[in-house]
């Protein structure tokens, strides 16, 4: 993997950027999936990066970033559940 701290933090904006715009879009997968990835590129910046602010900037962002992947999959898999079980439970 990469050092370079500046190239791997355009990658994680980058992968933040896209998992948004696919959160508006509604296209939840996709949008988890960059979610995730945006999150462990800013925790391994986290580990790389000497700077105590910068670490704190990606830890927050990490966190925030991870927690709504975490909400868009317990939301996908309550509506999995709901399509399985027709209305009224028959």
């Known amino acids: 993997m990469t050092t370079d701290i500046g190239t791997i933090r355009k990658e994680a904006i980058s992968l933040a950027t896209q998992a948004i715009n696919f959160d508006d879009e509604k296209k939840y997968d996709e949008a988890i999936k960059n979610y995730i990835k945006a999150g462990e590129k800013l925790n391994y910046l986290m580990k790389i990066d000497e700077s105590k602010l910068n670490q704190e900037t ?33």
Do not use: M
């Not at 925030?64 to 399509?83: M, P």
């Open 58 to 90: 990606y830890r927050n962002k990490a966190k925030e970033y991870l927690v709504r992947a975490q909400e868009l999959k317990e939301a996908n898999s309550n509506e999995d559940k709901r399509q399985a079980v027709p209305a009224g439970g028959q």
